[in-house]
Structure formats: C-alpha cells, structure tokens
C-alpha cells in the first residue's frame, strides 16, 4: 500500500535543515507483513540524535532510508504465526529486534542480539530484507523500525504490547530515551543508593538518566551540558548541582564540589569531549558508563594507568543493557505512580511535514524530546 514517509535520500546535508531538507515527505510503498511480521499505523515518532546522526553521516546506514526509531503505535495488521498480537494491540518500538536463539539472547542480553544487529546495520528487517520501496528501488529501514512514516511493518520482535490507557506520544519515549537513559544508570552503571552521580549531556536520553539517578537513590546528582536550559530542566528533574561544560574548568570544579569526584559518571552526549569530562570527574574507584554514538572514526585517549592504579572501570551501554521485555513495563509502572516523570522529557509535537524544522532544534540544542504525531 501507499503510504506517506520522510525519506532521506543522501547522509551530509548542512543544517539549517530546514533549507538543506535532508529529508523529503513521499508517498512510498510498504508491504504487508510477512510471517512474523507486524503492520503498525504509527500514532507517535520521537526525534532521536540517533536518526540526527543518520542525517549528518555521523552513523553511516544505507540511503535511500526511512529513519525513526522512537515510536509507539496500534497494531494495524498481523503476520503467519503472531500469536500473541492482535489487531487494535498498542506497542511501542525497540530498535534492536532479537532473535531469542544467539548467543547474547541465551545470555539474557538481547541488546546485542548479533542478528539484530546485522539487520539493523544493513538497513533491513531481522527477517530478512526491506517492506518498503520506491519506484521498485528498495528503501532502507532505521533500527527495524522506519517510525517516520504512517504506518510501518517491522518484526513482532520490534515491539513490546503496552495497556491502551497509556499517551501513544509519552509510550514512544520508552523506547529508546528511557529504556537508553535509565538503563544506563540501573542495568549499566548499577548505581546504588546513596551513592554519587555525574550526567553529561542532557538530551532525551541524559535527563531519562538524572530521572533513572533519582530512582536509584543517588545522593548527588551532578547534572552537565553546554547549554543553560537544560541544567535547569535537570535540576526541576531532581539534578543537586548543574555545571556549565563551557566553563574553563568544568572537570576541577566538579572535583571539588564533590571531594575528588563521582562514584558513576555517564557520557550522553554523543561527543568525545563529554567522554573525557565524565571520566574526568570519575572518583578513584569509581564507574564511568558511555552510551553516546559519535563517529566511528572518532578517538578518546585515556591513560592506562588511571584505570590500574585508581582501580577504574570504563563501560559501554547499548539500549541501556536493557531486556526490554522486563523493564519498559517496569518503567511504565514507575511512571505511572510518579516516579519517573517521562513526560516532563516531551517538549514539543510535531507534523511529518515540519520534520526538518525538529530536527535543526535538535541540533541547536534547543530541544529535548519532540514528538511526530499522525
Ligand atoms: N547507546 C544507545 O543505545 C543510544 C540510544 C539513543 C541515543 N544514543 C546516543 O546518545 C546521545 C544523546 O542522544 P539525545 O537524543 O539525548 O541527544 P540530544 O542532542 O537531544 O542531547 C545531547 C545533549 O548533549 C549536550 N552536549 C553536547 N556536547 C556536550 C559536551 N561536550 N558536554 C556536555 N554536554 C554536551 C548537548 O547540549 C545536548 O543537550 C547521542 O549520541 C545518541 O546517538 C545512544
Ligand atoms: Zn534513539
Ligand atoms: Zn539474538
């Protein structure tokens, strides 16, 4: 069927966006899903820096490609052997499919699903190929998923089935910056009350963290980004102290107001200079967690001897190490008693059509978590 998506065509165009449109509302063709496979009319699409990184060739993908990747939506139609979905279902999306049966699936650790993760590389779906094309020209799908489009066919491993009483535009959050930034700070980083914290970089995905810091009990949630208005939205979140990363000494005057560093410091910002100030503030002993995407070209130098002598330990987090299965109910389950106030991350929605206009406030830091509604 025809539907209408944002295509990107080629990666590298130059902001303003909203001059270079990157990406270009057509109508293109999806099919129907396959066994499997499930068709989603898409009720909400969240802008990502992972599809922004898409789009300045920061994470090379295949072109021509629909992204999106932070979605929520209702179950529309269901492929041979789907037995547990059904027409009318709500879900929300998580961008790495797993297939139950690799070694990482059996390790409990399906975010590194290895044929997930080929799929997701290839542009394609984990059961092999792509539903969508143009013109008889394949198009690419973003994560498994292509959320920026109305309606979408993905894997039955693509989604999670969520109660229908939940906001479709708050459900798409948990898909990628909760199940991301809390991640990070309970499965990854495992921060334990009373313990102390360092955010840096305070997009979607870093203020889930500061929300994910609180849970935990962190007694010091120290909260980092280049720009004045997010520390104070940090700070609403339940940040104790904001740093201004511009600031000629960030790293010491964190030291000090934390008597020689954090015990767990998480980089979310995307950028080699974030990762070097949340090792910096790190404390002896202490836990530096990763989960920003830069370049793959992109170098961070570290003395070996920090990690030995101070007993340091250095970590990645994808999909925050999350199981999504277990913790996006977990997660909606906090939320609704309050405790993890996701929908204070939603600053904005938006229509497919003024896609580009989201994401040059992305770029300009001017936003947190914006919201494409069908
Ligand atoms: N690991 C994963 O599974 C995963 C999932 C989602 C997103 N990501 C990545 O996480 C990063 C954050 O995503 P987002 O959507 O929240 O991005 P965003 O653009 O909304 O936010 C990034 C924030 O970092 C700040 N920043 C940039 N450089 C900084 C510096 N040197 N020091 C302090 N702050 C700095 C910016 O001002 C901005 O507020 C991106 O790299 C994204 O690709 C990773
Ligand atoms: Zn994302
Ligand atoms: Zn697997």
Redesign the pocket.
């Known amino acids: 069927m025809k539907i209408k998506a944002a295509v990107l065509n080629e990666m590298g165009a130059e902001a303003p966006y909203t001059n270079s449109k990157p990406l270009r509302i057509e109508d293109i063709d999806l099919q129907p899903p396959g066994p499997g496979e499930i068709m989603v009319k898409m009720a909400a699409a969240g802008l990502?820096?992972?599809d922004?990184?898409v789009i300045n060739g920061s994470?090379p993908r295949p072109t021509p490609m629909v992204l999106g990747h932070e979605a929520a939506g209702i179950v529309e139609e269901v492929g041979d052997f789907v037995t547990d979905l059904k027409v009318g279902d709500h879900v929300v999306m998580v961008f790495v499919p797993s297939c139950g049966h690799c070694l990482p699936c059996c390790e409990g650790r399906p975010a590194l699903c290895e044929p997930g993760a080929e799929s997701n590389n290839a542009g394609t779906l984990i059961s092999g190929g792509s539903r969508l094309s143009r013109n008889e020209e394949s198009v690419s799908h973003h994560l498994g998923v292509s959320a920026f489009a109305e309606y979408a066919t993905m894997s039955r491993n693509s989604v999670i089935k969520i109660d229908k009483d939940l906001p479709l535009d708050q459900a798409a959050l948990f898909g990628?910056?909760v199940l991301?930034g809390v991640g990070a700070v309970v499965n990854t980083g495992k921060v334990e009350p009373g313990s102390t914290v360092a955010v840096?970089?305070?997009?979607?995905?870093?203020l889930a963290s500061i929300l994910g810091a609180r849970l935990s009990g962190a007694s010091r949630i120290v909260a980092?980004?280049?720009?004045d208005s997010?520390l104070a939205l940090a700070k609403e979140l339940g940040a104790t102290d904001c740093f201004n990363?511009r600031s000629p000494d960030c790293v010491g005057e964190i030291r000090e107001a934390t008597q020689g560093g954090v015990n767990y410091a998480f980089e979310?910002?995307?950028?080699v200079?974030?990762l070097e100030?949340a090792y910096n503030v790190t404390r002896r002993g202490g836990t530096t967690v990763t989960?920003?995407?830069?370049h793959p070209d992109k170098r961070f130098a570290l003395a070996p001897v920090s990690l030995v002598a101070e007993e340091r330990t250095l970590k990645g987090?994808?999909?925050?190490t999350s199981v999504p299965m277990r913790d996006i109910p977990r997660y909606i389950s906090l939320f609704r008693q309050g405790r993890l106030p996701v929908d204070r991350l939603l600053t904005g929605h938006l229509k497919l059509e003024n896609i580009n206009e989201g994401f040059d406030l992305?770029a300009q830091?001017k936003?947190?978590r914006q919201v494409i509604t069908f």
């Open positions: 990502c820096h992972s922004l990184s994470r990628c910056a991301t840096v970089g305070l997009g979607g995905v870093g980092v980004d280049l720009d997010k990363a979310l910002a995307g950028a200079p974030a100030t989960a920003g995407l830069p987090s994808y999909i925050g992305m830091g936003a947190v």
